[in-house]
Nanobody
């Protein structure tokens, strides 16, 4: 069973930057997809970014140009660099991986952006 653990959340001022990291318990090159989702208070969990095993990547319109996902195949980590943060980016951020047709989720890390 694949396990994922997020880290790097915290409190940041509007306009600031934050980098999240997701540690994956197996080699990420073997995964069918990896990505990040977020869930703001009182809202549903939404896609932030997802990349398939074939390299096709999709960013949410609300973060395109500000957020960048990267993968470190040596460390088996999936990072999310978040720049120009806005109060509306406040949410719990979840790492997500797809393996053998099953999605696995981490417990999430809280990002709070103050105005």
């Amino acid at each position: 069973q694949v396990r994922v653990v997020e880290s790097g959340g915290g409190l940041v001022q509007s306009g600031g930057s934050l980098r999240l990291s997701c540690a994956v318990s197996r080699t990420i090159v073997s995964l069918d997809g990896t990505g990040w989702y977020r869930q703001a208070p009182g809202k549903e969990r939404d896609l932030v970014v997802f990349i398939t095993g074939g390299g096709s990547i999709k960013y949410a319109d609300s973060v395109r140009g500000r957020f960048t996902m990267s993968r470190d195949f040596a460390k088996n980590t999936v990072d999310l660099q978040m720049n120009s943060l806005k109060p509306e980016d406040t949410a719990v951020y979840y790492c997500n991986v797809l393996h053998d047709g099953v999605y696995r989720w981490g417990k999430g890390t809280l990002v709070t952006v103050s105005s």
